[in-house]
C-alpha cells in the first residue's frame, strides 16, 4: 500500500497554480530576451562575430525568457515534496532517529539542488535561457512554494473557492494585458523574434506564450480542483490509500 497525503496534494495544486501566474506576470514585466534570437540581434558582437548556437526542436519558445518557467515549476514543485517528507522525519525523537534524519536532510535536499541545477543547465544549453533567467525561475518558486508552507486557510478551500481563484487569477491577468495594450506595450514582441530566427519553422510553438500557458493551466488546474474535492468528499479522513 501507498499514502498519498492530500495535505501536500492541496499544497501542490496551488503551488502551480500561483507560481504560472507570477511567471506570467514577471514574463511581462521584465521582458527578458532568449539567447536564440538575442545573438542575432545584438551590437555587442563587431564585424558580424557573433556565436554560433545549435538550436534544437524544442529551443524555438515564442514567448519572453525571464523567469524561466521550466526552473520556477520545478523548484515550485520539488521543494513542497522534500519539505513534506522532511516534515515526517523531524517527528522523530531518539538520537539514532536524530541522526537519521539529519542524513535524509542531507540527502534530500542534495537530490533537490541536483534536479534544479540539472533543469538550469539543461535550459541554458539549449539555447532557450541565460543564466540569470533560470536562477531567478528556481528562487522565484522556491519563494512560492514557502509561501505556502504557511498558508493553513488553502487547506479548508472549498471548489468554488478554489475556482473564483482561478477565476480571478485569469481576470486580472486579462486586465492587466489589457491595460498595457492600452498604454502601447507590445506584450508579443517575442513572437516575429522567434519566428524570424527559429532555425526551423516547424520547432516553433506558438503555446509557449504566456497568455497561452495560463489560459491552458487554468483549464487543467480547475479539473485538477474538482478531483481533489472529489476524493476529499469520498475519504472520510486526510489520507487517500491506493494499491501499489
Known amino acids: ?45 563587431p564585424n558580424q562575430s557573433s556565436p554560433c548556437l545549435e538550436q534544437f526542436p524544442i529551443t524555438c519558445e515564442t514567448g519572453p525568457g525571464s523567469p524561466s518557467g521550466h526552473a520556477m515549476g520545478s523548484s515550485c514543485v520539488w521543494y513542497v515534496m522534500v519539505t513534506a517528507a522532511l516534515s515526517y522525519t523531524v517527528r522523530w525523537k531518539d ?12 540527502f534530500l535536499w542534495s537530490i533537490f539542488w541536483i534536479i534544479q541545477i540539472s533543469v538550469c543547465i539543461s535550459r541554458v544549453f539549449i539555447a532557450t535561457h541565460f543564466p540569470h533567467q533560470v536562477v531567478l525561475g528556481v528562487f522565484a518558486g522556491i519563494l512560492v512554494a514557502e509561501a505556502f508552507e504557511h498558508t493553513s486557510a488553502i487547506q479548508t478551500a472549498s471548489l468554488r473557492m478554489y475556482i473564483k481563484t482561478n477565476l480571478f487569477l485569469f481576470i486580472f491577468a486579462l486586465g492587466f494585458y489589457l491595460s498595457l495594450k492600452l498604454l502601447d506595450i507590445d506584450l508579443l514582441w517575442s513572437v516575429p523574434k522567434a519566428k524570424k530566427w527559429c ?46
Open 1 to 45: 500500500m501507498s499514502k498519498l497525503n492530500q495535505v501536500v496534494g492541496t499544497k501542490m495544486i496551488w503551488v502551480a497554480v500561483i507560481g504560472d501566474w507570477f511567471n506570467l506576470i514577471f514574463k511581462w514585466i521584465l521582458f527578458g530576451h532568449r539567447p536564440y534570437w538575442w545573438v542575432q540581434e545584438t551590437m555587442i558582437y
Open 95 to 106: 538520537k539514532s532517529a536524530v541522526t537519521l534524519h539529519r542524513l535524509t536532510w542531507s
Open 199 to 244: 532555425a526551423n519553422p516547424d520547432w516553433i510553438n506558438i503555446d509557449t506564450t504566456p497568455f497561452a500557458g495560463l489560459r491552458n493551466r487554468v483549464l487543467e488546474n480547475t479539473a485538477a480542483m474538482d478531483r481533489a474535492e472529489k476524493h476529499q468528499q469520498e475519504t472520510p479522513n486526510d489520507t487517500i490509500y491506493c494499491q501499489d
